[in-house]
């Protein structure tokens, strides 16, 4: 069948971007269709920047036409987002200096969170980037064990006329632990607010100088550290890590919802699946599913999410840990190449969302109702 701009205007005027009250015609949100025979190519452009809203819109029009029209039609669908001029400088508390701040995050506890942090730093930083560690599990920090640095001491450095802590290196990763100022056998028996005060001193009250990628080690859950991070720092994007059982991806479903709650709104660059599978040395061409199979990567293809990448069960990844040599470092190895890949994934997304989203936006207020939330 011919097709007809008016005809698809109308069309169009039965979809509403969610979140907005008027359908995408009246909102001036459809700024040109254009026809090249059976191909309708559709510019949008839109107030949010959360890739969910932007992925529903693109299939929302993809699917009216072809129920409307014809299946045959091929639908491209261009979507823009509105910012304010300067959109991409990041306003309100920033470090300067700092250029992308990654929060990996996961439901729930014992997934190996902290285990991909620290091959995650080590891996950006065999790439060449400038790489940070921010330690914000306050309860449970492992990060001077997993760097072998567990008796150094950050020291005291003048900057610009104000005394700063200077983080602790470690195979050429700068770190900031409360770990390092508590003994090891000791608890951390502190309410939110003693807790919040000390992540914003380790943050703000330190030198951490030019930094290409700062990753920030969250705690387990969706907790008050969580909004405390978020309430400091312009994340610039969240990565996920689960296992593939049902329990674990329960958990981290929620942690990707609360990122991407209107409240918070923070890009979530991907979901990594850590202890994926099992090969045993004698048997190398078998993969025993322990936990599950695939369960983390199916999880980040219904939230619409990046899958970036699988983490296999092996014994020199607990090892390397244990005896502070993150394993990403051990050259030729099989956990080197897919530390590779799944780094590179991170970084890919990264730029992407650099290129295609406004600047996040920090946490303004925090109640027991809700967010509230201001563009960065």
Request: glycine share 8%; with cysteine; proline share 6%.
């Amino acid at each position: 069948m011919k097709l007809d701009r008016k005809e698809i205007l109308k069309a169009l005027e039965t979809i509403t971007i969610a979140g907005e009250g008027k359908n995408m015609v009246e909102s001036g949100a459809v700024k040109n269709v254009l026809i090249f025979g059976d191909e309708v190519t559709i510019d949008l452009l839109i107030s949010t920047p959360a890739m969910h809203i932007k992925k529903r819109a693109e299939d929302d029009i993809k699917k009216l036409i072809h129920d409307k029209f014809s299946p045959e039609v091929l639908v491209k669908v261009n979507i823009k987002v509105e910012t304010p001029e300067k959109a991409n400088e990041i306003k309100g508390k920033s470090i300067p200096g700092i250029k992308n701040i990654i929060a990996v995050a996961s439901g729930k506890g014992g997934v190996g969170k902290s285990t991909v942090t620290a091959n995650l730093a080590v891996t950006l930083a065999k790439m060449g980037f400038s790489v940070g560690i921010l330690d914000a599990d306050i309860y449970g920090p492992s990060m001077p064990i997993m760097f072998d640095v567990e008796t150094e001491k950050p020291i005291s450095v003048v900057v610009d006329g104000k005394s700063k802590m200077k983080p602790v290196e470690s195979y050429e990763i700068k770190l900031l632990s409360i770990g390092f100022f508590t003994a090891p056998s000791q608890a951390v028996i502190w309410r939110g607010p003693m807790a919040s005060k000390a992540l914003n001193q380790m943050i703000f009250d330190a030198d951490w100088g030019e930094l290409d990628f700062m990753l920030i080690d969250l705690p387990p859950g969706t907790g008050d550290i969580h909004l405390s991070i978020m309430q400091s720092l312009p994340i610039t994007g969240a990565v996920v890590v689960s296992t593939p059982q049902a329990v674990a991806l329960a958990d981290a479903k929620k942690g990707v919802s609360m990122f991407l709650s209107d409240a918070i709104n923070v890009p979530v660059l991907g979901i990594i699946e850590n202890m994926a599978y099992f090969t045993p040395e004698e048997l190398p061409n078998n993969k025993y599913y322990i936990f599950g199979k695939e369960g983390a990567k199916n999880l980040a293809l219904d939230l619409n999410v990046p899958f970036l990448g699988e983490v296999p069960i092996v014994q020199s990844i607990r090892e390397a840990g244990d005896y502070g040599r993150p394993a990403a470092l051990q050259t030729g190895s099989t956990i080197e190449s897919v530390f590779e890949e799944i780094t590179r994934n991170v970084v890919q997304e990264t730029v992407s969302r650099n290129q295609n989203l406004p600047a996040t936006e920090a946490i303004k207020i925090t109640t027991m109702a809700g967010c509230a939330a201001v563009k960065k």
